[in-house]
């Protein structure tokens, strides 16, 4: 007899029970196979497991001197980026297929720069110049988990961050006001997964993702370690 719903403790009993009707009411049980064989439309919907975690990594945030140079900076260097972060809650409905949806700062990146023309926009130079990017938003996306053996599974990832971003500009002159952003973008990205100790509930994960945020030409690269508890 097929049952709709997998995994759960509960069918043991009812599995026993179903041995023992067997024996005495034939059937009664062969009808009652007839009606199990009527599934409902998503019969593994609310049979999924649950999930949550949070990473760190490492991101750039490709983009930004081009962003801002019209051809008079030069001596160009990148600076050090803060460290991005997420933390996320995940379900999967079906088996290996499931919707992450959680919280992403992407941290900051920044470049200096020299300027002696003073014609980089009106907060360029002449002189010193530095530009700092930051974003942070929540993302929802859908995943596949495709194993490739009994502890080790590829990551397929797709969805969308909903991102606020803002710049920074300093020059000689001094520091100008917080340029802000707000939007949503396409996110994707692919990983592998490793099953923790106890199989199948403590998981550590490794993404590389790729995230659009402020305008088509500013793209922020992440390389996520992540831990989580699957449940």
């Given at each position: ?18 041995v023992?009707?067997?024996g ?13 064989d ?23 945030h490709?983009g ?17 980026s ?49 530009t ?29 961050y909903?991102?606020?971003?803002e ?44 995230y ?20």
């Amino acid at each position: 007899m097929r049952l709709p719903i997998r995994n759960n403790t509960v069918l043991f009993p009812l599995l026993f029970g179903c041995v023992a009707a067997l024996g005495s009411t034939g059937t009664a049980l062969a009808k009652d196979d007839k009606d199990d064989d009527r599934k409902p439309p998503f019969p593994l919907i609310f049979d999924g497991k649950f999930s949550v975690g949070g990473g760190l990594g490492g991101a750039r945030h490709g983009g930004l001197v081009k962003d801002n140079d019209d051809g008079s900076l030069s001596g160009v260097t990148t600076d050090k980026s803060s460290v991005p972060k997420r933390l996320f809650v995940a379900y999967e409905p079906w088996q290996n297929i499931g919707f992450q949806f959680g919280y992403t700062n992407l941290g900051k990146d920044s470049f200096k720069a020299a300027n002696s023309t003073g014609l980089g926009g009106s907060w360029a130079g002449p002189g010193g110049v530095h530009t700092g990017h930051q974003a942070d938003g929540w993302e929802l996306t859908l995943y596949d988990r495709i194993p490739i053996t009994e502890r080790y599974t590829l990551i397929l990832r797709i969805g969308q961050y909903f991102w606020k971003s803002e710049q920074t500009y300093t020059d000689v002159g001094g520091t100008y006001p917080v340029d802000k952003k707000t939007g949503s973008s396409l996110t994707y990205g692919l990983g592998f997964e490793y099953d923790i100790g106890i199989k199948n509930y403590f998981f550590w994960r490794g993404e590389l993702q790729r995230y659009t945020v402020w305008d088509k030409d500013l793209s922020a690269n992440a390389a996520w370690i992540n831990v989580g508890l699957r449940f």
